[in-house]
């Protein structure tokens, strides 16, 4: 085990340039602080920290301060149980001249949950030696247990999604104009076309063969399912968790009540009841597996009898590699894209349920300014009863928030409109665009999308 952490050391502190790009998430590590990382695995969390440690050498930092292990690597799953001393009884034998109680040490881990004395070494090293630490994770719960919350508040958490469509454009080479020139518009179109077959894995985007790229997105599927949640949680009965982890990623974008998973296990042969939904959603949770967002609940309203979730995958190219061909839904699939592009911009997503019934996809507040409501749709046509339930939902919605002008219609249609719907402004935006300048960082969200210089025209 000392040879191979030797080696491990010397390789994991040669990051490749070629295979970085800047991501649009914003990490300021600060000297007396954890930094930590999480995100779904494969979504690019050790990538970014090999970022860190490019700009570290370029900042001068020797190469040789640098210490990058990766617990998910198989051959270490003896050092589950064990002292992870050995770190550093590998890093002192490779260089024994190195004084390390003086020279500042920068240690980057990823995938710490697989390690259980994770927290021990990371206290211990922090008050014996002078150094950084930045950590990985692919969970939400990182301290939860009773050893790590003591480390949560010397902690700074972020957290790291798939690709954006940005990324997916800096990915491939490409780097609009903020906002795009028109000549832009059709290229960028297409590619966004491309992004809603490929999604959002650093991987899967680079593997141009699509049958190879639907084996990656399942073996990712499977990964998750069973080397993380399996194991993590040593569940009782995975094939029941399997078979909701599938129904559900084949279903996003929809409504589930506690009530509806429990006949689905049953109907498929489970025996479950009502803590077992919840233990195996909120696993799937915490793992980035799924999303589940909730109906915005008004003061004085009544509560709900049942558990509701929206079922969200953290990247619709997931959702797409387990359903049937003959079962996209494009509509599903384009709201799943936008409600990551928005999970980017705020931390909690709300769907809104009108006091008719009817529903709006979303209400939030992105960069925490004005609240919007948005209605994703892949295509629809004016004047038809979907468009004027679609409208009509919005301006019920904004009406009872008190919302004036910011309410969206987002569609796969090239078609930009302002529409007056019961004295209430909407704006239909192309979806390419719309979530193009809500991954732009530096962009003023309510000014950046291009309104149309037509007049509004009433319904």
């Given at each position: 085990?000392?040879?191979?952490?030797?080696?491990?050391?010397?390789?994991?502190?040669?990051?490749?340039?070629?295979?970085?790009?800047?991501?649009?998430?914003?990490?300021?590590?600060?000297?007396?602080?954890?930094?930590?990382?999480?995100?779904?695995?494969?979504?690019?969390?050790?990538?970014?920290?090999?970022?860190?440690?490019?700009?570290?050498?370029?900042?001068?930092?020797?190469?040789?301060?640098?210490?990058?292990?990766?617990?998910?690597?198989?051959?270490?799953?003896?050092?589950?149980?064990?002292?992870?001393?050995?770190?550093?009884?590998?890093?002192?034998?490779?260089?024994?001249?190195?004084?390390?109680?003086?020279?500042?040490?920068?240690?980057?881990?990823?995938?710490?949950?697989?390690?259980?004395?994770?927290?021990?070494?990371?206290?211990?090293?922090?008050?014996?030696?002078?150094?950084?630490?930045?950590?990985?994770?692919?969970?939400?719960?990182?301290?939860?247990?009773?050893?790590?919350?003591?480390?949560?508040?010397?902690?700074?958490?972020?957290?790291?999604?798939?690709?954006?469509?940005?990324?997916?454009?800096?990915?491939?080479?490409?780097?609009?104009?903020?906002?795009?020139?028109?000549?832009?518009?059709?290229?960028?179109?297409?590619?966004?076309?491309?992004?809603?077959?490929?999604?959002?894995?650093?991987?899967?985007?680079?593997?141009?063969?699509?049958?190879?790229?639907?084996?990656?997105?399942?073996?990712?599927?499977?990964?998750?399912?069973?080397?993380?949640?399996?194991?993590?949680?040593?569940?009782?009965?995975?094939?029941?968790?399997?078979?909701?982890?599938?129904?559900?990623?084949?279903?996003?974008?929809?409504?589930?009540?506690?009530?509806?998973?429990?006949?689905?296990?049953?109907?498929?042969?489970?025996?479950?009841?009502?803590?077992?939904?919840?233990?195996?959603?909120?696993?799937?949770?915490?793992?980035?597996?799924?999303?589940?967002?909730?109906?915005?609940?008004?003061?004085?309203?009544?509560?709900?009898?049942?558990?509701?979730?929206?079922?969200?995958?953290?990247?619709?190219?997931?959702?797409?590699?387990?359903?049937?061909?003959?079962?996209?839904?494009?509509?599903?699939?384009?709201?799943?894209?936008?409600?990551?592009?928005?999970?980017?911009?705020?931390?909690?997503?709300?769907?809104?349920?009108?006091?008719?019934?009817?529903?709006?996809?979303?209400?939030?507040?992105?960069?925490?300014?004005?609240?919007m409501l948005i209605q994703v749709r892949d295509q629809i046509?004016?004047?038809?009863?979907?468009?004027?339930?679609?409208?009509?939902?919005?301006?019920?919605?904004?009406?009872?928030?008190?919302?004036?002008?910011?309410?969206?219609?987002?569609?796969?249609?090239?078609?930009?409109?302002?529409?007056?719907?019961?004295?209430?402004?909407?704006?239909?935006?192309?979806?390419?665009?719309?979530?193009?300048?809500?991954?732009?960082?530096?962009?003023?969200?309510?000014?950046?999308?291009?309104?149309?210089?037509?007049?509004?025209?009433?319904?």
């Amino acid at each position: 085990m000392l040879d191979l952490l030797k080696n491990l050391i010397q390789e994991g502190r040669h990051p490749s340039a070629d295979q970085l790009i800047e991501r649009q998430l914003r990490v300021t590590p600060r000297p007396d602080r954890i930094t930590v990382i999480q995100g779904v695995r494969r979504c690019g969390k050790s990538a970014y920290q090999q970022w860190f440690m490019m700009n570290l050498i370029k900042e001068g930092v020797p190469e040789t301060n640098l210490i990058h292990i990766d617990f998910s690597d198989s051959r270490l799953r003896t050092l589950r149980r064990a002292s992870l001393d050995i770190i550093l009884k590998a890093y002192q034998s490779l260089y024994p001249d190195h004084d390390i109680r003086k020279e500042k040490l920068y240690f980057f881990l990823d995938e710490v949950q697989r390690v259980g004395n994770w927290p021990t070494f990371v206290m211990e090293i922090r008050q014996q030696l002078n150094c950084e630490v930045f950590l990985t994770a692919s969970t939400q719960s990182l301290f939860t247990r009773e050893d790590t919350a003591a480390l949560r508040p010397e902690c700074d958490i972020y957290e790291l999604f798939p690709f954006s469509f940005l990324e997916y454009l800096r990915l491939r080479g490409v780097h609009p104009h903020n906002p795009p020139q028109d000549k832009e518009l059709p290229f960028l179109s297409h590619m966004f076309e491309r992004y809603m077959e490929v999604g959002g894995f650093p991987a899967a985007i680079l593997t141009y063969d699509k049958e190879s790229r639907l084996q990656r997105l399942q073996n990712y599927v499977s990964g998750v399912i069973c080397t993380e949640l399996f194991q993590h949680y040593h569940i009782s009965d995975p094939l029941a968790f399997s078979d909701l982890a599938h129904h559900l990623l084949g279903h996003v974008s929809q409504t589930f009540t506690s009530r509806q998973i429990i006949n689905f296990l049953k109907s498929n042969g489970h025996e479950c009841n009502e803590r077992t939904v919840q233990d195996f959603m909120r696993w799937m949770e915490d793992f980035y597996f799924i999303a589940g967002m909730e109906e915005m609940r008004r003061p004085g309203d009544p509560a709900q009898r049942d558990t509701h979730w929206r079922i969200l995958s953290i990247d619709h190219s997931l959702s797409r590699a387990v359903s049937p061909e003959t079962e996209y839904r494009l509509d599903s699939y384009l709201r799943n894209a936008m409600a990551m592009s928005l999970r980017h911009t705020t931390p909690t997503l709300h769907y809104y349920r009108c006091d008719s019934g009817a529903e709006v996809d979303f209400c939030v507040t992105p960069f925490g300014k004005r609240r919007m409501l948005i209605q994703v749709r892949d295509q629809i046509a004016y004047g038809t009863p979907e468009w004027e339930n679609t409208m009509n939902a919005l301006s019920e919605a904004m009406y009872e928030l008190d919302i004036r002008e910011d309410g969206y219609l987002v569609t796969n249609e090239d078609r930009i409109e302002t529409w007056i719907v019961n004295g209430k402004v909407i704006q239909q935006v192309p979806a390419y665009r719309f979530i193009l300048h809500l991954n732009s960082t530096n962009a003023q969200y309510a000014n950046a999308i291009q309104r149309s210089n037509s007049p509004p025209r009433e319904n």
